[in-house]
């Protein structure tokens, strides 16, 4: 299934948004309605909730008195934190078995007010973060809630900044005019990146790609995704996971290149790349059928036309394409990819040497199809620069990173 997290400030609109998910087909999980369930008379969570803060946050009739908690909570930060640390796990395990009974191509939406403040980003395939300035969701509070200007300061005061959540996101909704307005950017983001999302996943394929290559602009955004999905990817793993590396030309700043993500993960072995190949699928990274290597390249250590086996794993996801190359630690390719790199970051006539190169390479092949023979027709040039690579290497003591 498609894990879709969904968050935004307090009456940001996330109410709104998870209606439309569920008319368009989703499996909408409320956090909200759970935390209300899991503290419902008789449960464990409002025995808890009780011993935690005394009878005064109890109604008459043995229900929580939800006002009276929330004067409490909301005016002091240590108690929240006690309050969160009783409901968020019960939430969590409710929320759990919800989906397990979601089918194998559905799309499950979880509605979580602090999804970022609990640290849940990297359990998802996707956060969307609906978004409205503080004086918007501030009047909403007061004209449509009733609350007064102090409580609604207060309430946002307990969750994170606007720019924190902008940051975890994978996808910003803006929710500052009409209902409609952000509704029909539901419509485009379920009908062209979550369905078919959703449909690879359950196919266990990558998001096919085509066209020639093309050369952009470098994006001051490409560090942050790749943060993103590396810890994905380590949340997916686990220990298998020796390091998640942000490589390629995205990863230089200053670069231009095609708007595709080259992240490396390191393991043990090629079996245990193997091993993890069906966790990486899940979380939205299957495996490209065939057999995948680098070519070898002496850069000091005399490997050149050696074959350096690895695995491939691509997207699932249409709107964000990745290069996810599975290689051995210690190995000449995984080294190479980041030498390579740190060299590109430190030394800014090689940078635009090889920007020049790829930018004529792309011209050549503007006509194509796919980007295969651009690929190829790049392997040239590193035989004859990587010698270049090995002297800075030798001469600032350049060492490949540790476990991360």
């Known amino acids: 299934m498609l894990s879709i997290g969904l968050t935004g400030g307090i009456a940001s609109g996330k109410s709104l948004l998870s209606a439309r998910f569920r008319e368009l087909g989703a499996v909408v999980i409320d956090a909200d309605q759970l935390a209300r369930d ?7 969570g409002l025995a808890a909730v009780a011993a935690e803060f005394g009878p005064a946050v109890l109604a008459g009739n043995g229900s929580l008195d939800r006002p009276a908690l929330g004067a409490v909570v909301f005016a002091d930060p240590d108690k929240l934190k006690a309050l969160n640390a009783i409901v968020h796990p019960l939430v969590r395990a409710a929320a759990a078995a919800l989906k397990q009974g979601a089918g194998p191509g559905a799309v499950v939406v979880q509605d979580i007010p602090l999804l970022v403040e609990t640290g849940q980003e990297a359990s998802f ?158 979380a939205g990274f299957p495996r490209r059928a065939g057999e995948w290597w680098d070519t070898g390249h002496d850069f000091g250590g005399g490997h050149t036309g050696e074959r350096w086996a690895k695995r491939l794993h691509n997207a699932a996801d249409p709107g964000r394409p990745v290069n996810l190359h599975v290689r051995v630690d210690g190995s000449p390719g995984a080294v190479l990819a980041l030498a390579f790199r740190d060299w590109l970051r430190a030394d800014t006539h090689v940078r635009l040497r090889y920007e020049s190169f790829k930018r004529g390479l792309a011209a050549e092949h503007s006509a194509d199809a796919t980007t295969a023979a651009y690929a190829d027709a790049k392997e040239p040039w590193f035989p004859a620069a990587l010698p270049e690579l090995a002297a800075w290497m030798s001469a600032t003591g350049w060492a490949a990173p540790g476990r991360q």
Not at 38 to 44: D, L, N, Q, R, W
Not at 176 to 181: D, S, V
Not at 255 to 279: G, I, M, P, W, Y
């Open 38 to 44: 899991v503290v419902a008379p008789g449960t464990p």
């Open 125 to 282: 395939h996707l956060v969307v973060v609906v978004d409205a300035p503080a004086a918007v969701r501030r009047e909403r509070m007061v004209s449509r809630r009733g609350m007064s200007v102090a409580d609604a300061d207060a309430r946002m005061a307990a969750q994170l900044g606007d720019e924190q959540r902008r940051a975890a996101a994978d996808v910003v909704l803006s929710n500052t005019g009409m209902p409609e307005e952000v509704l029909a950017q539901v419509d485009v983001l379920w009908h062209q990146r979550l369905v078919p999302f959703a449909r690879n996943l359950a196919a266990g394929v990558p998001a096919p790609t085509a066209g020639p290559p093309v050369i952009v602009e470098p994006d001051s955004a490409w560090p942050a995704q790749a943060a993103r999905l590396a810890g994905r990817i380590r949340h997916a793993v686990g220990s298998s996971a020796l390091g998640v590396d942000h490589i390629g030309s995205t990863s230089v700043p200053g670069l231009a290149a095609k708007d595709v993500l080259d992240l490396q993960l390191r393991v043990h072995s090629l079996a245990a790349a193997d091993a993890v190949a069906d966790e990486l699928a899940g």
